[in-house]
């Protein structure tokens, strides 16, 4: 089955340490991406990457980095920087173009506490 | 700056009615508009998509109206079912320039029996 999986689902946190999402997809898309929800809030775009070994910075980049060494995966390092941590990650990928559909994975609930 | 507004957090309905949601949006290089559904702790699932081409399209129960003038589109779901319970985002992308998708704040639907 093609998807993308994220992993895990449910992560806890103490204030001040670095954490790591991670996001893995056999689709063979080339894009990938991060958003984060809050309750109320869209989904805010964190990181994207168009191609292995390039990744540009959305919306609410601050507090956040990430790597793309290989297509399948775009880890996702939640630094101690971040302010606000707590909320649920979301990763997607797609195939670039004018019809831009992107696919996402089940998401990551991440608490710091 | 929020590219693109769903102004409605909330929207109840009655079973067998149709359900409206509706998007603005302020940036004209958008031209390619998806709608997705969201159940709660799941990621989005793509439900239907517009090329500013086209002003309507229709999947089943689902169709999606493009006002381009008005930088305005809407979901109507015919009839609405209880299934449809969910939060709906509209998200926009343009062709030219970052391959991204805009995603607005989200619509909570609810279909009362």
């Known amino acids: 089955d093609g998807g993308i999986t994220q992993s895990p689902k449910y992560l806890f946190r103490k204030e001040g340490q670095n954490v790591t999402l991670s996001c893995e997809q056999n689709?063979?898309?080339?894009?990938m991406y991060w958003y984060r929800q809050d309750p109320g809030q869209g989904l805010r775009l964190i990181y994207y990457?168009?191609?292995?070994?390039?990744?540009q910075k959305g919306d609410i980049a601050e507090g956040y980095s990430v790597s793309r060494e290989k297509k399948e995966s775009f880890p996702l390092t939640v630094t101690s920087a971040q302010k606000n941590p707590t909320a649920f990650y979301l990763c997607?990928?797609?195939?670039?173009?004018?019809?831009?559909?992107?696919?996402f994975g089940q998401g990551t609930r991440l608490t710091v506490v | 700056d929020q590219q693109v507004k769903q102004n409605s957090p909330s929207l109840s309905v009655q079973e067998g009615r149709i359900s409206i949601l509706n998007c603005d949006y302020t940036?004209?290089?958008?031209?390619?508009f998806l709608w997705y559904k969201k159940y709660p702790a799941e990621g989005p699932t793509f439900l239907i998509s517009i090329s500013s081409i086209k002003d309507k399209n229709e999947d089943g129960r689902f169709t999606v109206f493009l006002n381009k003038s008005a930088k305005h589109l809407s979901l109507h779901i015919v009839p609405s079912q209880p299934g449809d319970s969910a939060v709906y985002f509209c998200?926009?992308?343009?062709?030219?320039?970052?391959?991204?998708?805009?995603f607005g704040q989200g619509t909570r639907l609810t279909i009362n029996p």
């Open positions: 998200a926009a992308s343009a062709y030219r320039g970052a391959q991204k998708l805009v």
């Open positions: 990457s168009q191609i292995v070994n390039d990744f």
């Open positions: 997607a990928s797609s195939i670039p173009g004018s019809a831009l559909r992107a696919f």
């Open positions: 940036n004209s290089m958008f031209d390619y």
């Open positions: 689709l063979n898309h080339d894009a």
